[in-house]
Every structure is written in C-alpha cells, then in structure tokens.
C-alpha cells in the first residue's frame, strides 16, 4: 500500500462520516395515513365512493399507480392509489380472500337477481353489446 493513499482514504471516511451523521429534518415515522376504510359491509379508498376492488382489480391487470389515478379514478390522488396497492402488497393473501368472498357474493347476487328477474342479466348484457357496437361504428 502506497503511503500517498492513506491520507486520501481518511479523507474520504471523514467525508462519509460528515454525510451521514443525523439529519436535521425528523420524520415522523408513527403516522401512518389510512388508505382503506371499512364501509357499508365493504372496503372502500379512504373518503370515496370508490372501492378497494375497483382498484385492486386495475393493479392486477398490469396497469401502473399513475395510469390508475390518470386514467381511471381521476377523484384519487397518486398517494391514495399507491396506497392501496401497498396495502395489497402487504397484506396480498387476506386481500385475495376477501377478493374471492366478494365475487362469490355478486354471483350469489346475480343468480338470486335472475331467479327474481328471469332475463334481466341477459338483457343487461345485450344492452351493453348494442351500446359497444354503437361506439365503434360511429365515425370518429
């Protein structure tokens, strides 16, 4: 070891030792904002209308946080939405059961709607195929 580099390396550890000593900013870490709130028997993004599901479902398909809130849920802030899919993140298993338990639900709902409604969920469906293909006719 050459004696040139000794004064040169202690140089450099007093300057990392400068660099990170305490930061002058505290952060408070014991805060933590609350993305999700239970609401009417369901999950919804903290002070909306608009529920974890909707979200969720989005996040699963590959769309990224910011095409989420840019695209499709322009009442969420980024924050919000990175929110949600860090709690999805985190807690993916539990998240996942509840996703399940929800759609066994609207099936249950459907089915007990058409044995009500004989033709309703069929009917809903043509109405969309018609408005679909009404969209994509007009002239642009």
Same mark, same amino acid.
């Given at each position: 070891?050459?004696?040139? #580099? %000794?004064?040169?390396?202690?140089?450099?550890?007093?300057?990392?030792?400068?660099?990170? @000593?305490?930061?002058?900013?505290?952060?408070?870490?014991?805060?933590?904002? =609350?993305? %999700?709130?239970?609401?009417?028997?369901?999950?919804? /993004?903290?002070?909306?209308? %608009?529920?974890?599901?909707?979200? %969720? *479902?989005?996040?699963?398909?590959?769309?990224?946080? #910011?095409?989420? &809130?840019? $695209?499709?849920?322009? =009442?969420?802030?980024? $924050?919000? /939405?990175?929110?949600?899919?860090? *709690?999805?993140?985190?807690?993916?298993?539990? /998240?996942? #059961?509840?996703? &399940?338990?929800? #759609?066994?639900?609207?099936?249950?709902? =459907? $089915?007990?709607?058409?044995?009500?409604?004989?033709?309703?969920? @069929?009917?809903? $469906?043509?109405? @969309?195929?018609? @408005?679909?293909?009404?969209?994509?006719?007009?002239?642009?």
């Amino acid at each position: 070891m050459k004696t040139e #580099e %000794i004064p040169e390396r202690e140089k450099m550890q007093q300057r990392w030792k400068r660099a990170m @000593r305490k930061p002058e900013t505290t952060l408070i870490l014991d805060v933590v904002p =609350a993305y %999700i709130e239970s609401r009417d028997g369901g999950y919804y /993004v903290a002070g909306t209308p %608009i529920s974890l599901e909707s979200v %969720i *479902y989005q996040f699963k398909e590959g769309l990224s946080p #910011e095409t989420i &809130q840019h $695209e499709c849920f322009l =009442a969420l802030t980024l $924050e919000q /939405v990175y929110g949600v899919c860090t *709690y999805y993140l985190r807690h993916k298993e539990q /998240v996942e #059961e509840y996703l &399940q338990e929800a #759609e066994r639900d609207f099936k249950r709902l =459907a $089915e007990q709607l058409e044995a009500k409604y004989p033709g309703l969920l @069929r009917s809903k $469906e043509h109405l @969309r195929q018609l @408005r679909e293909r009404a969209a994509n006719t007009q002239p642009k």
